[in-house]
Structures are given as structure tokens and as C-alpha cells.
């Protein structure tokens, strides 16, 4: 009977004695598959495809689904059982456009279980299976494009401005002629090009340059002349002759006009000096 009970405690002692050489030294090589849900029930149905391409954590490690959705991380060499018994969470990288419905093991441990009584328990986890549903984006509308604002054409200011003088203003005889001088000057801030000049008194002006080709730039100016000669029904009178000059060009279709004036004044003979004559005295008869 002792030598049995003696044989009983060899073995337990045996049997330890492993439990403890195997968690303090062994290796683990955990493995993750990863499977799209495409019925989102959460887990794995016929028809259902593995997903390649999908990052999944453990232990330190990061890997990326093969072809076949899986998984191997490296082979890891736990020396004490501290380090076994610690176990290392498993973290997937959920792909844009999917949501997790299946997640089979959230602690993947590398400890090898011994059978009975001597099995350490805890988690026994050596591979993870994830499900992963495809979800309707909500795409954000494209940016609708902001016209490009228009560019302002500055349409300037174009002006002009029409002087007349005359080379004196007093007239006392008929057919005395008159010499006008009309100076048409930009005022604007635009070259123009293409002018008018008349006069409701004189016909004839003459300029130095054709003013339908004539271009001014911006404070310049064009000198014309024009002559007029004095009615004997003016001079008669004592008229005072007023004349109205107008000068025009355009810019862009716009029209721009300058109008002036110059007044000649005539002053009337005198009326003629009656003198009286002395009344004839009649001779005596004789």
C-alpha cells in the first residue's frame, strides 16, 4: 500500500513537473481569418467570400489578410509563463465602407493545455474569426464650383471739351470778316479717336488734321479756324452776332459732346445830321 501511494505521488509529481516546462517555455503561432458578411448575420454562410487585404494587430505584430483572408503571425517563443499567461488582444483595422458583425476571439493565448485536472484553463483561443458587412456610404455631394468672378472691363471715362474764340468782337462795317478759333481738348481718361466740329454760322472750318482720323490721348488737344464775314443788314442794325459751336467724338459706343459760343457785336452808323436850309427870299419886283 505505501509502495502504491509512493508510485501515485511519483507520477503526480511528474506531471507537475510538465505543467510547469510547458508554461514557461513554447511557441505559439496564433492565426486570424477574416470573411466578408455580405448577409450581415454574423457569421460565416456558404456563398460568402474571404477579405484579403485587411490589417489585423496582435502581440506587437501587424499583418494583412492573404488571398484566402487569413491571417499567420510569427512564430513567438514564450520563454516564462508570465509572459503566456498574459494573452495579447487582437485588434482589426475595419476597412472604410464595413462594420465588424462577427468577432471570434478578442485574446488569442499560446498556452498549450494539458489534458484533466491539470489543464491550467483561461482562454485557450488559437484563432480569431472576423465578419465584416459591407455599409451604404453616404457620399458627400461634390462641391458645386464657384464661378469664377467675371472680370471687370473698365469702360473709362472719356469726355472732351470745346472752346471757341474770336480774333476781336466789334463790328462797324459790312463784309468785315471774322477769324474763330476752336480748340477741342480731351478731358478724358481714354484715347478717342474720330471727331465732329460744326458751327450754325460758319460753313467752312478748317483743321490741321482730318478730324474723323484725328486721335487725342488723355489732355490733348486739336486747334481748327473758321471765318466769317458781316451782313450789311448786321452792320446796319447794330447786331450782335452769336454763334453756336458743337464738338463730338465716341468711345465704346458711348457719345460725348462739348458745346460753346462766341458773340461779335456791331454797332450801327449814326443817323445821318439833318441841317436846315435857309428859306429863299423872294426879289422885289421892280
Not at 458743337?246 to 439833318?274: H, N, Q
Request: glycine content about 10%; charged content about 15%; aromatic content about 8%.
Amino acid at each position: 500500500m505505501k509502495r502504491l501511494t509512493f508510485k501515485l505521488a511519483v507520477v503526480l509529481s511528474l506531471f507537475v513537473i510538465l505543467q510547469i516546462m510547458c508554461s514557461c517555455g513554447m511557441k505559439a503561432q496564433p492565426t486570424a481569418y477574416v470573411y466578408e458578411d455580405l448577409n450581415g448575420d454574423g457569421q460565416i454562410s456558404p456563398g460568402e467570400p474571404w477579405f484579403p487585404g485587411v490589417s489585423v494587430s496582435w502581440g506587437g505584430y501587424t499583418q494583412t489578410s492573404n488571398g484566402n483572408g487569413s491571417i499567420f503571425f510569427p512564430m513567438v517563443n514564450y520563454d516564462t509563463g508570465v509572459q503566456c499567461d498574459s494573452g495579447h488582444t487582437v485588434n482589426i483595422h475595419v476597412p472604410e465602407g464595413y462594420e465588424i458583425t462577427q468577432n471570434g476571439g478578442f485574446t488569442l493565448d499560446c498556452r498549450e493545455p494539458l489534458p484533466g485536472i491539470f489543464d491550467p484553463g483561461g482562454l485557450q483561443y488559437r484563432e480569431a474569426l472576423f465578419g465584416l458587412h459591407p455599409i451604404a456610404l453616404t457620399e458627400t455631394p461634390a462641391p458645386t464650383p464657384t464661378a469664377s468672378p467675371t472680370a471687370t472691363v473698365d469702360p473709362g471715362a472719356p469726355a472732351i471739351q470745346l472752346s471757341v474764340s474770336v480774333d476781336h468782337t466789334a463790328c462797324n462795317a459790312a463784309n468785315q470778316k471774322f477769324i474763330y478759333k476752336y480748340t477741342i481738348t480731351n478731358t478724358g481718361n481714354v484715347p478717342l479717336t474720330g471727331f465732329t466740329l460744326s458751327d450754325d454760322k460758319i460753313t467752312s472750318i478748317d483743321c490741321p488734321q482730318k478730324l474723323s482720323s484725328l486721335t487725342l490721348p488723355p489732355g490733348k488737344s486739336a486747334t481748327c479756324y473758321g471765318a466769317y464775314f458781316t451782313t450789311p443788314q448786321e452792320a446796319k442794325i447794330g447786331a450782335t452776332i452769336h454763334n453756336q459751336a458743337s464738338a463730338s467724338s465716341a468711345y465704346l459706343g458711348k457719345t460725348v459732346t462739348s458745346s460753346a459760343s462766341a458773340d461779335v457785336f456791331c454797332k450801327a452808323p449814326p443817323p445821318p445830321v439833318e441841317t436846315d436850309v435857309p428859306e429863299a427870299t423872294p426879289t422885289p419886283e421892280g
